[in-house]
T-cell receptor
Framework: DTEVTQTPKHLVMGMTNKKSLKCEQH?????MYWYKQKAKKPPELMFV???????INESVPSRFSPECPNSSLLNLHLHALQPEDSALYLC?????????????FGQGTRLTVV | GESVGLHLPTLSVQEGDNSIINCAYS??????FIWYKQESGKGPQFIID?????DKRQGQRVTVLLNKTVKHLSLQIAATQPGDSAVYFC????????????FGSGTQLTVLP
């Protein structure tokens, strides 16, 4: 299994809603990542989890709250988002966060905030 | 800060021709480089990687060249096919750590029939 699975594929939410994005991998990878990608732009790193601990938060607003329940799962909890938060949210994983670590990406969740 | 950039935002090639996508990087400490392909509506897909102690690496129909002197990376695709149409990103990382992966701005490759 070389897949990173993200659900849902599409999500439309209002600015007062609370929703969660989910990510799962069964490759035994110990590092997992959330990226945000706007249209026609490269992915931008949001969070890094290494061995289920948050190791990097790239100054992401608190309306985005990551959670890593176990080594295979990564969630991103969303609350009080703004329309400018509409984007493709990508989850990725790698063997570790150290050297020679190719990141595998999921298909993303297309989020629209209305 | 350091950045990774691409020379051309778009590239059109005839089916069957070879494609060359270029990337410049500015972080001389970069140790590990990856090319990703992203098709419309999908996540980035790993194509090929190269470490800084190499100057060339070949895969199936793809070759990555690294010129550390001028801090330049290129992806060559042989016999380009319609399925190669996508956005191609180079990404770089100091010390090969994915936690420090920085993506370039991307090149849209269009394969013409």
């Amino acid at each position: 299994d070389t897949e990173v699975t993200q659900t849902p594929k599409h999500l439309v939410m209002g600015m007062t809603n609370k929703k969660s994005l989910k990510c799962e991998q069964h490759m035994g990878h110990r590092a997992m990542y959330w990226y945000k990608q706007k249209a026609k732009k490269p992915p931008e790193l949001m969070f890094v989890y290494s061995y289920e601990k948050l190791s990097i938060n790239e100054s992401v607003p608190s309306r985005f709250s990551p959670e890593c329940p176990n080594s295979s799962l990564l969630n991103l909890h969303l609350h009080a988002l703004q329309p400018e938060d509409s984007a493709l949210y990508l989850c990725a994983s790698s063997r570790g966060a150290g050297g020679n670590t190719e990141a595998f990406f999921g298909q993303g969740t297309r989020l629209t905030v209305v | 800060g350091e950045s990774v950039g691409l020379h051309l935002p778009t590239l059109s090639v005839q089916e069957g021709d070879n494609s060359i996508i270029n990337c410049a990087y500015s972080n001389s400490a970069s140790d590990y480089f990856i090319w990703y392909k992203q098709e419309s509506g999908k996540g980035p897909q790993f194509i090929i990687d190269i470490r800084s102690n190499m100057d060339k690496r070949q895969g199936q129909r793809v070759t990555v060249l690294l010129n550390k002197t001028v801090k330049h990376l290129s992806l060559q695709i042989a016999a380009t096919q319609p399925g190669d149409s996508a956005v191609y990103f180079c990404a770089e990382s100091p010390s090969g750590s994915a936690r420090q992966l920085t993506f370039g701005s991307g090149t849209q490759l269009t394969v013409l029939p």
